[in-house]
């Protein structure tokens, strides 16, 4: 199993600003996910995040908006970059130790942008 | 393109019964089916996970099966208790290191 720490819980930002989402996983893994889950919808992967190379997006998700930073096998950080309103999501990391083992998930960052 | 259709949308029942949620995907080439348990405003909890090679697992009061062939899943909840109240996510996952494809969602309500 896998341990995920997730941070912050929750936020109230100003449209324009940035947040920085942080999870760290307690055993080393190759991949780490970031998903969002707007209200009343399921979640939708943003992106893939390998240890030491460029993070992979989903269609609809861009770099610019959505930078994800990956500095070891434990660890990685989302930035939501110039909020608007319809930023206001749940915010979700995930990883899966193996192929065939369960994906686990973070407590889930709740983001309100006013 | 994978789609996961979770039936019912939402589910209230009293305290002590016995439920069954659906789930069905489109693709029937699939590596493994998950159920999570969703708190609201929460992250999620995984509840059982089947591989493709099997039929059925089973956790406590939980029992999930899997039809892959017809593609189906469905979530059976035992003497159900106020407590398992909360939104039930079905998600597959295809073939080698893809990601997880998800229904909406049954949320349930059992009251006391």
Do not use: H
């Not at chain 1, 999870?23 to 190759?30: E, G, M, W, Y």
């Not at chain 1, 240890?51 to 610019?64: H, L, R």
């Not at chain 2, 697992?57 to 189906?72: H, W």
């Amino acid at each position: 199993s896998a341990v995920i720490s997730q941070k912050p819980s929750r936020d109230i930002c100003q449209r324009g600003t940035s947040l920085t989402i942080q999870c760290q996983v307690d055993s080393q893994v190759t991949m780490m996910f970031w998903y969002r889950q707007q209200p009343g919808q399921s979640l939708t992967l943003i992106a893939t995040a390998n240890q030491g190379s460029e993070a992979t997006y989903e269609s609809g998700f861009v770099i610019d908006k959505f930078p994800i930073s990956r500095p070891n096998l434990t660890f990685s950080t989302l930035t939501v970059s110039n909020m608007s309103p319809e930023d206001s999501s749940i915010y979700l990391c995930s990883v899966a130790p193996s192929e065939n083992t369960e994906a686990f998930f973070g407590q889930g960052t709740r983001l309100t942008v006013v | 393109k994978q789609e996961v259709t979770q039936i019912p949308a939402a589910l209230s029942v009293p305290e002590g019964e016995n439920l069954v949620l659906n789930c069905s995907f489109t693709d029937s080439a699939i590596y493994n089916l998950q159920w999570f348990r969703q708190d609201p405003g929460k992250g999620l909890t995984s509840l059982l996970l089947i591989q493709s090679s099997q039929r059925e697992q089973t956790s406590g009061r939980l029992n999930a099966s899997l039809d892959k062939s017809s593609g189906r899943s469905t979530l059976y909840i035992a003497a159900s208790q106020p407590g398992d109240s909360a939104t039930y996510l079905c998600a597959v996952k295809g073939s080698g290191y893809s990601t997880l494809t998800f229904g909406k969602g049954t949320m349930l309500l059992v009251s006391p």
